[in-house]
């Protein structure tokens, strides 16, 4: 596929400049590869929800924010997409030429009584991507990478603001986090060959080298809620 050839290329040139030393060009900025962010300070003082819920998240490519998501207790589904542009129901191609205003997008379905809305954002922002990157995240660049969170309520809006602003006071990273907080209008599942692509292409030297190590980092950081993942038979 095109996606995967673009993205190999990518990640082959990346794999040289770390054989040369030059690791930061991965990672320019990973708070998560090193530390655990605080929890977020509001979400205790929120009333705590029962059943289901839902939370959408953008932060880079889709493929290893999926990947941190579906290991995680409590998450029932996590499904790639496309939110938070024009266009009805685009199409990757769509969405990669930048000019739909979609980013590449995760929704997740958790069950609230086992894991918060702010447990999801303390994990988004300590392994599952560098919210100080503006509209790219590695070797990914342009809008449709951009750091996102769209909110569906206003208990969600408020928990992600307070979070951030919570982060930014205690320079938590050492540039500003640019991540947008944006109401949600419409989500688009992505194709399904996108759909599980870390879990079925394990190999791929783009998941070996971006994404597997944020699964790595989500069950060296969280313990308590990292979970193995095998498909949609896992257990919650």
Not at 14 to 21: E, N, R, T, Y
Not at 55 to 68: K, R
Not at 112 to 139: E, I, K
Not at 147 to 155: G, K, L, R
Request: aromatic share 10%.
């Amino acid at each position: 596929m095109t996606r995967t050839i673009i993205r190999t290329a990518t990640a082959l040139g990346i794999l040289s400049a770390v054989v040369l030393g030059l690791q930061t060009i991965i990672r320019p900025l990973s708070a998560g590869a090193t530390v655990t962010l605080p929890a977020p300070a509001v979400d205790a003082t929120l009333p705590v929800a029962k059943g289901d819920a839902v939370a959408v998240f953008a932060g880079g490519c889709f493929w290893g924010i999926q990947a941190v998501f579906e290991h995680m207790k409590g998450v029932k589904s996590a499904v790639s997409g496309y939110a938070g542009g024009d266009k009805v129901s685009p199409s990757y191609e769509d969405v990669s030429s930048g000019a739909t205003g979609h980013a590449e997008s995760v929704r997740v379905v958790y069950d609230s009584s086992q894991v918060s809305y702010g447990q999801l954002l303390q994990v988004f922002f300590s392994v599952a991507h560098d919210p100080t990157q503006l509209n790219r995240q590695g070797p990914d660049v342009g809008t449709q990478y951009r750091s996102a969170i769209f909110y569906m309520t206003d208990a969600q809006k408020t928990t992600a603001e307070a979070y951030i602003d919570q982060l930014m006071k205690a320079k938590t990273f050492n540039r500003p986090i640019v991540t947008q907080v944006v109401a949600l209008r419409s989500f688009y599942p992505a194709e399904a060959y996108h759909q599980d692509y870390a879990l079925h292409h394990p190999n791929d030297l783009y998941i070996r080298i971006n994404d597997a190590p944020k699964v790595e980092n989500l069950k060296k950081q969280f313990p308590q809620l990292y979970r193995e993942y095998r498909g949609e038979s896992a257990s919650q």
